[in-house]
């Protein structure tokens, strides 16, 4: 019988062991919206092409609430948000990566008297960001914070920056050295701060200076999340919102450039590659331009080298990699594969669905996808993902199905893949026989 009880101990540790390998043994961090660069890509990842409820799911933790904020992840923790569906109680989640145990459940606010917040949104969709020990959460103008991520305890807030969002609130905030940046683009006042990360205490806050031709606040309001480049060896924020995105010293909010545009709402996270900068423009009808890096003042009549409005979504971040654009528009079920260089299609497909997650573009060699190029995810609201090919050549590789949809944009760790759906949160694994 002791021997039996030692055999089944072995064997279970073993096995669990086993199971969490691939997760502890390449483990990564998705610390921010959109990975540890802001761009949707993953490296080197050998993450499941297939999955359901019954297949590859190495556990599923439901989420109490409702939230839209996407996981984020640092070491063995996985961080999230979450609000009371009538936007009277703020929660920060964090759940065990390795099993999906909740560590830790903290209502971090209380609103008695939250705004009007449309039906497609939540109170808690702007994404945490991670560092070694802390973890910084947001949930617009009602209240900014800064917390232990061991031990759960709160080491500052802020509440006292006003700003009615309209819709609910959006963007998410980024770390840039010893700064937390926030934006605060709302239909009454629009700006951006800069937090001391340590204490809470503003660095610097610069209102917007655009112009945008009406006094209908909903049309000034936006969602984005800023994201920094280095060009020409020094940092800039690059920074967009309802009309015009900006171009900024991270360090004290002054402006470098900007380029102008008719639409509003922004909501996609702006990307880079080859000294182009990739810069959506939002409701009504999004347009991608692609903006060549360098210059001062207004560059919209010079730096501007092509814009595309076919199949660009409003809500969805675009994936730039290697000369390509993966973009999936709205509604309509269209996803996209545009060039880089000159904004043309190399294809359009109709794969089905509606999108407000963003694309997630994985990179490994396999041999199901066309030159080792890697392959993209998108995530729809029903709960369908569909797995391409990250080529010029449209192939579908898989078509998966989770019980709900995705709101959020998904995250990579390791092996894993991080899914939230509108009511739970998945570690998808390839699992062996």
């Not at 209240?143 to 609130?169: I, N, Q, Y």
């Amino acid at each position: 019988m002791i021997r039996t009880w030692l055999f089944l101990i072995v064997f279970s540790a073993f096995w669990l062991g086993w199971q969490t390998l691939p997760l502890a043994g390449q483990q990564g961090n998705w610390p921010q919206f959109l990975g540890p660069n802001g761009n949707g890509q993953a490296a080197s990842a050998k993450l499941p092409f297939q999955w359901s409820e019954k297949e590859n799911v190495a556990w599923k933790t439901p989420i109490h609430g409702q939230g839209w904020s996407s996981p984020v992840i640092w070491e063995d923790q996985v961080w999230l948000t979450t609000a009371k569906e009538d936007g009277t109680e703020f929660y920060a989640l964090c759940v065990d990566r390795r099993n999906g145990k909740m560590l830790h459940d903290i209502k971090v606010f209380d609103e008695n008297e939250p705004r009007f917040k449309h039906a497609f949104n939540s109170y808690a969709s702007p994404t945490p960001v991670l560092e070694a020990g802390r973890v910084y959460l947001h949930f617009g103008s009602y209240g900014t914070a800064a917390m232990d991520s061991r031990s759960g305890k709160v080491l500052w807030k802020r509440r006292d920056l006003e700003c009615d969002h309209f819709r609910g609130p959006g963007s998410s905030p980024i770390l840039y050295g010893d700064l937390l940046i926030v934006h605060y683009d709302g239909a009454d006042v629009q700006y951006i701060v800069a937090f001391n990360k340590n204490t809470g205490q503003t660095v610097w806050k610069k209102d917007r200076d655009v112009v945008y031709g009406t006094n209908n606040g909903d049309i000034k309001k936006a969602y984005c999340t800023p994201s920094i480049f280095r060009i020409d060896g020094k940092d800039q924020l690059i920074s967009p919102t309802s009309k015009a995105t900006l171009a900024l010293n991270p360090s004290n909010g002054e402006e470098v450039w900007r380029v102008t545009y008719g639409e509003f709402s922004a909501t996609a996270r702006p990307q880079y590659e080859n000294g182009v900068f990739f810069i959506n423009t939002g409701f009504s009808k999004a347009q991608l331009l692609a903006v060549k890096a360098g210059g001062t003042g207004d560059v919209t009549q010079t730096n501007v080298l092509w814009s595309t409005k076919k199949a660009i979504g409003s809500k969805p971040s675009q994936i730039v990699v290697d000369g390509l654009i993966f973009s999936a528009a709205d509604k309509g079920g269209v996803v996209a594969c545009i060039d880089a260089a000159t904004g043309e299609h190399h294809w359009t497909e109709r794969i089905g669905g509606e999108f407000t997650a963003s694309p997630l573009y994985v990179s490994r060699k396999s041999e199901v996808s066309e030159k080792g190029k890697g392959q993209v995810y998108f995530f729809d609201q029903k709960g369908n993902t569909t797995v391409v090919s990250a080529s010029s050549d449209f192939k579908r590789l898989a078509v998966n199905q989770l019980a709900d949809g995705c709101m959020a944009s998904a995250a990579v760790s390791g092996d894993g893949l991080f899914v939230r759906t509108k009511s739970a949160l998945y570690c998808l694994l390839e699992m062996s026989p």
